[in-house]
């Protein structure tokens, strides 16, 4: 095992057991882009799957949107020849983005929309307890930045979410490691990636902007994320302006002291 094998391993290992991601019996489903970070996701699992004192399945699933050119063929003949137990589903959501969408917007919101509509389905059907996204640290901390910056919230991507529809768990196991690990990780297995760059929109995405400005301050600080990270482990409700929140967490609402209990 190599030692950025081992730092990742133990990184999903950590976010697994801190927010009970992998649990007995469950049957994960395993969402596959064909990018980078569901690669690595998917064998990450399998190796934590060989060495965990209890047994959960794993099934990779992979949703061809009808995008033109969309390669889905390299990713399935990779699945079948590492003996993955998977799931190939076809679904045109492509021609109803163009239909809903102006030309020249941002497609990736309604189509994330239906994607995720479709894979919570499926995992309803093949039996899925838990649903694995492959979303990593800076995804995360990037999410945070843009609810902060253009959303007008403070909130970024929990490691384990409960569905709107309460049907699903949702979990990020990637949600401690960092995208330059996990980008070393797969250059080094050299997986057959499937570029997500076919719908053409991806270069005027906001994230773009919010990943140029962190790396940038990354560079001149390289604790940056890590310390964005640690801040959202490590919060004040009573340096906030939430009054809801305070209320949650047993203070004032107005002075933020804390309220002792009553008899």
């Not at 919060?235 to 047993?250: F, I, M």
Request: hydrophobic fraction near 35%.
């Amino acid at each position: 095992m190599s030692r950025l094998e081992y730092k990742l391993l133990g990184h999903v290992a950590d976010a697994s057991k801190e927010h009970q991601m992998l649990e007995s019996g469950d049957k994960v489903m395993v969402c596959m882009s064909g990018g980078k970070d569901s690669y690595v996701m998917l064998s990450l699992l399998r190796k934590i799957q060989k060495r965990v004192p209890f047994k959960f399945d794993i099934i990779a699933v992979n949703l061809d949107q009808g995008h033109p050119g969309f390669p889905g063929h390299l990713l399935e003949n990779w699945l079948k020849a590492e003996g993955y137990q998977y799931k190939m589903l076809t679904q045109d959501t492509y021609s109803i983005v163009l239909d809903k969408v102006p030309e020249g917007k941002t497609q990736c919101s309604l189509c994330s929309r239906l994607r995720r509509g479709i894979l919570y389905n499926a995992a309803v059907e093949l039996g899925c307890t838990k649903i694995a996204l492959g979303h990593h640290r800076d995804d995360i901390i990037e999410t945070l930045m843009l609810n902060l910056l253009y959303g007008g919230q403070l909130k970024a991507m929990p490691p384990r979410l409960r569905s709107q529809d309460g049907r699903n768990t949702v979990i990020r196991p990637l949600a401690y490691c960092s995208e330059d690990d996990v980008a070393a990780y797969a250059e080094t297995v050299g997986y057959p990636i499937i570029p997500c760059d076919l719908c053409g929109t991806q270069e005027n995405l906001k994230r773009q902007k919010i990943k140029a400005l962190l790396h940038d301050l990354n560079t001149e600080n390289p604790k940056v994320k890590g310390n964005m990270m640690a801040a959202m482990r490590n919060v004040s409700p009573s340096h906030l302006l939430d009054l809801g929140l305070r209320a949650a967490t047993g203070l004032d609402p107005i002075t933020g002291e804390l309220v002792p209990p009553t008899a």
